[in-house]
């Protein structure tokens, strides 16, 4: 009854209606932190949420008017669907999601894509519907001062969306004015078309470490201007020498499952093998856990603020910790799904497992792989006493 009373109070209040200014606005959302590899990595997410079994990225270089283009064979949007989807704020991070959804703020299409560009456009079409086109062009929203979503038709974006006119469902996405790529650039430039290959050539291998699990499992598939992306596995797991430590499931109401890998000194794989396992950043680098949201990898080697440092002897150390999207407050997953921070309900745990992860990895490291004797016939090797 008190409560209730309380809300009759406020909606009794004098109120100011202050919604904020859609230039102001919209050019904020543009500084959420996204670099060019996450913000695509976050389009990807809504594919696969849509059920894309193949997605094609296109870059297409012409200096300052370069666009970048993603389609894939999903599920596809009616009409209503597409303008709910590009609204920022989609959907609440409080409503329940499905427990294979990769989202979480509804904002991840926008965000990620204003990040990079100033002209976002998507089209899609799902079974047995026309093709649905809008487009997000905010320097016509910082001009107007207006949320204007302009309506598009197949034949202003023939050359772009006509893939879509011979599939029975799926979704491109297109961006155009992609100033924070190439803003200064020009297309006769060597030097820029160069910086601008080095560009797709991270976002490369930035999918191929995000994603390896669904590539791995051929869930999914994924083209960089015709080109496969190929899987990268942290874990090596299909070496003969590398270590699982031994799984652990820390059963609270939603279970987290942990896998601590020892990976093998350089002396037991071939150079090509030891040069690819280092990943995009180097072996020192990459070390730590790696956290899993629904196969979808979000942190990508860090030790999590749990008092341990990067060193030369812990680099064979790789952690897997596989959450549900269910702990997403609790591990404190942002906009960009590339930080988390354990609850405190678990940071005794993970300092147990890290640490005895380390002391194996520094053994491996300092016996040049030297495979150390098991006291037992277990196909595990328990470093921790098992209760």
Not at 145 to 154: A, D, N
Not at 313 to 330: F, G, T
Request: include cysteine.
């Amino acid at each position: 009854m008190e409560k209730d009373n309380e809300i009759k109070n406020t909606d009794a209040c004098d109120f100011d209606i202050a919604a904020p200014d859609a230039g102001a606005m919209i050019e904020s959302l543009r500084a959420f932190g996204y670099d060019l590899p996450t913000s695509i990595a976050d389009l990807i997410d809504n594919s696969i949420s849509a059920g894309a079994k193949n997605i094609w990225l296109k870059f297409y270089w012409n200096g300052e008017n370069s666009i970048l283009s993603l389609k894939d064979d999903g599920c596809g949007m009616s009409e209503s669907e597409l303008v709910r989807a590009m609204r920022p704020g989609s959907r609440s991070p409080l409503e329940e999601r499905d427990p294979e959804d990769l989202g979480r703020f509804g904002l991840g299409l926008k965000t990620a894509s204003f990040s990079q560009c100033r002209k976002l456009t998507v089209a899609t079409r799902s079974t047995g519907q026309n093709i649905a086109i809008r487009c997000w062009d905010i320097d016509q929203v910082v001009k107007t001062g207006e949320w204007r979503l302009l309506k598009m038709t197949i034949k202003n974006m023939d050359s772009y969306f006509s893939d879509l006119e011979k599939m029975e469902h799926g979704t491109t996405v297109l961006w155009e004015n992609i100033d924070r790529i190439v803003i200064n650039t020009k297309v006769d430039s060597k030097r820029d078309h160069k910086l601008f290959l080095e560009r797709v050539d991270s976002v490369k291998y930035h999918l191929a470490m995000v994603f390896h699990r669904f590539l791995e499992r051929g869930r999914l598939k994924i083209w960089i201007n015709d080109r496969p992306v190929e899987p990268w596995d942290p874990f090596l797991k299909n070496i003969k020498a590398t270590q699982l430590l031994n799984e652990e499931s820390l059963d609270i109401t939603r279970k987290i499952f942990i896998n601590p890998y020892v990976l093998p000194h350089h002396s037991k794989i071939d150079d090509e093998t030891h040069n690819s396992a280092a990943g995009p950043k180097g072996w020192n680098a990459q070390q730590g856990f790696y956290v899993y949201r629904n196969e979808r990898l979000i942190v990508t080697g860090s030790w999590l603020g749990l008092g341990f440092k990067k060193e030369e002897h812990y680099k064979l150390a790789r952690i897997q910790v596989d959450i549900p999207n269910s702990m997403d407050c609790e591990w404190e997953i942002d906009v960009r799904k590339s930080i988390a921070r354990p609850p405190t309900f678990l940071r005794e745990d993970l300092k147990r497992i890290a640490r005895l992860t380390r002391e194996r990895a520094a053994d491996v490291y300092r016996h040049r792989g030297k495979v150390i004797a098991r006291a037992s016939a277990s196909n595990f090797v328990y470093v921790w006493e098992k209760r």
